[in-house]
């Protein structure tokens, strides 16, 4: 397994921008994908941005053109620039990594979007 550890949630202004990291505990290429989901109060969790092992990347409708997803793969961290927040994206947000033998999850870090 991988010890995942988010960072960077916090409370932020409608139209603000946050920024969340992942340290993970080995290298980002050792998965298939990094991705980052998130979970709304009374929502199920959905998957928000993916990042696979050669750098394609893909986003939820909601987010495209507001969130981007990066990794450092000198500090095994995986990121997501999220601009232009609104309310409805105020969730936790979970950072998974998945291969073929294994899917962790972090703790989460929790966003919230208010005025």
């Known amino acids: 397994q991988v010890q995942l550890v988010e960072s960077g949630g916090g409370l932020v202004q409608p139209g603000g921008s946050l920024r969340l990291s992942c340290a993970a505990s080995?290298?980002?290429?050792?998965?298939?994908?990094m991705n980052w989901y998130r979970q709304a109060p009374g929502k199920e969790r959905e998957l928000v941005a993916t990042?696979?092992?050669?750098?394609?990347?893909n986003y939820a409708d909601p987010v495209k053109g507001r969130f981007t997803i990066s990794r450092d793969s000198a500090q095994n961290t995986v990121s997501l620039q999220m601009n232009s927040l609104k309310p409805e994206d105020t969730a936790v947000y979970y950072c998974?990594?998945?291969?073929?033998?294994?899917?962790?999850w972090g703790n989460g870090t929790l966003v919230t979007v208010s005025s």
């Open positions: 998974n990594a998945r291969n073929y033998v294994m899917n962790s």
């Open positions: 080995r290298s980002v290429f050792s998965f298939n994908t």
């Open positions: 990042i696979t092992n050669i750098g394609i990347t």
